[in-house]
């Protein structure tokens, strides 16, 4: 059974800082893996997707890597603001696109 | 382009009611799907449709039912509503085709208390 966790689970940062989040997954047979922001009270935002054959997606100032043997992937924000602040969420696309199944998020702040 | 429409956005239940959470998507995607999201925890796969005519369970069904007669629409039916399906509720849709696969697209959620 595919399990995800998501470290850490809370980040406070100043702004401008650069930051990591990070998403392990135990089985790396995966077809994909998508990046998500939650707001509060909000639903899910998808930021960028990672197919199994590609390894890293950029876009503006999120990059997001894939190493599927370590079983593992990376979210990094440069330069973070505080409309940054939200929860992020890894999920796993299985080899049969019949479940994403989701890590339980990190929560993250950027302080002014 | 709407999306994925989740109505209603808010409801709450009393201990043994019944009700259905709407879900609606216009990209004509062949998968949908409903999450449940508890305080803390990531979202966790209750049941999916990989086409109308097509359900399957996933990891938490117990107390809900789903149809799909249209590509369009994927309904949630709660029974006999227990306090330990307050939560919120997503509702996603995705295409899977030969070749190609989408990203997954979320709906706003229902949030539900049961009392």
């Known amino acids: 059974k595919q399990e995800v966790t998501q470290i850490p689970a809370a980040l406070s940062v100043p702004e401008g800082e650069n930051l990591v989040l990070n998403c392990s997954f135990t089985d790396s047979a995966i077809y994909n893996l998508q990046w998500f922001r939650q707001d509060p009270g909000k639903g899910l935002t998808s930021l960028l997707l990672i197919q199994s054959s590609q390894r890293e997606q950029t876009s503006g100032r999120l990059n997001a890597s894939l190493d599927k043997s370590s079983g593992r992937s990376t979210l990094y924000i440069a330069a973070s603001q505080p409309g940054d602040s939200a929860t992020y969420l890894c999920?796993?696309?299985?080899?049969?696109?019949?479940?994403?199944?989701f890590g339980p998020g990190t929560r993250l702040s950027v302080l002014p | 382009n709407a999306g994925v429409t989740q109505t209603p956005k808010f409801r709450i239940l009393k201990i043994g009611q019944s009700m259905t959470l709407q879900c609606a998507q216009d990209m004509n995607h062949n998968y949908m799907y409903w999450y449940r999201q508890d305080p803390g925890m990531g979202l966790k796969l209750i049941y999916y449709s990989v086409g109308a005519g097509i359900t399957d369970k996933g990891e938490v069904p117990n107390g809900y039912n789903v149809s799909r007669s249209t590509t369009e629409y994927f309904p949630l039916r709660l029974e006999l509503a227990a306090p330990s399906q307050t939560s919120v509720y997503f509702c996603?849709?995705?295409?899977?085709?030969?070749?190609?696969?989408?990203?997954?697209?979320f709906g706003q959620g229902t949030r539900l208390t049961v009392v």
């Open positions: 999920a796993v696309g299985d080899n049969y696109g019949q479940n994403f199944v």
């Open positions: 996603a849709s995705s295409y899977s085709g030969v070749g190609r696969r989408t990203e997954a697209f």
